[in-house]
């Protein structure tokens, strides 16, 4: 029998081991040379990406309650991370600003994901959060300096998929954390807000910048191995020159070979099923 890790021995266990995951956290912040944004602003002339998704979708059978308490979650969260400034050296921190989700705040129980599994959780539905700032990002020169994700898990049948699987990201707070840093001499700015039915967001810079990002997802396919089905994907962002038109590079982001918790061909998928 595999040796279970400390936290996975009970519910004590595994809140000593979150309480030591963020007063490491704590640590690392007193110790680190990071500067945080902080500063607000009105929104900056450039829009750089603009994006928008969806807050309340089908996923499997999850309770929606649990979608409308995301819902009051993002609008809650949404004041707190609207109009930052990143300026030149600056690190961005979805936590730094979020701040902790309790429910004396006014957070609900929302859609979370526990052990590889769906779950709910105080302030559940913030990973949609950094999901939409990701994105943006990625249209951009900033540099990611703490990303995590799911990667190895595709939980929920595709429902109005907007950008590539394989582009999202996980976050607990406060030690699995979201950040960029820029590296520029532009100062950014993320303009987010809920409207009702999508959570939105705008990436501003006082300055117009020089190249355009291209997300291309590429090889996407499902696969059956020894009666398991599989997702798998490959992701690249491109840099284009936008004097030219021509490419300056193309890299690798994300690849993706997820464990399915679905049966495809019951959600008439269009995606192709390799042997």
């Known amino acids: ?26 640590i690392k912040n007193l110790l680190g040379k990071e500067i945080y944004s902080r500063q607000k602003a009105s929104p900056l002339p450039i829009a750089i990406c603009r994006h928008k998704s969806l807050i309340r979708r089908k996923l499997g059978n999850v309770d929606m309650s649990l979608q409308e308490n995301k819902a009051v979650n993002l609008a809650l969260t949404a004041p707190k991370i609207d109009g930052v400034l990143i300026k030149p050296a600056e690190t961005f921190s979805f936590w730094k600003l979020a701040g902790r989700c309790t429910k ?48 190895n898990l595709d939980l929920f049948p595709d429902f109005g998929r907007q950008i590539p699987f394989g582009c999202g990201t996980s976050i607990f707070y406060n030690y699995l954390d979201y950040r960029f840093v820029n590296n520029t001499e532009n100062t950014f700015q993320l303009s987010v807000g809920v409207d009702g039915q999508y959570l939105c967001g705008v990436l501003r810079a006082a300055f117009p910048i020089g190249h355009s990002y291209h997300i291309i997802e590429r090889d996407k396919h499902f696969v059956l191995e020894n009666g398991q089905y599989f997702r798998r994907n490959k992701v690249y962002r491109q840099i284009i020159d936008k004097r030219t038109g021509n490419a300056v590079s193309e890299s690798l982001i994300s690849e993706a070979d997820a464990k399915v918790l679905y049966d495809p061909k019951l959600i008439g998928s269009d995606m192709p099923l390799k042997s």
């Open 1 to 26: 029998m595999e040796k279970k890790l400390f936290c996975e021995l009970g519910p004590l266990a595994y809140a000593v081991s979150v309480s030591k995951e963020r007063a490491n956290r704590n």
């Open 104 to 151: 004396s705040k006014g957070y609900l129980e929302g859609l979370a994901i526990s052990n590889g599994r769906p779950s709910s959780a105080i302030g559940g539905g913030m990973c949609q959060f950094t999901n939409l700032i990701h994105w943006l990002v990625l249209h951009s020169p900033l540099e990611i300096t703490e990303h995590h994700h799911h990667n």
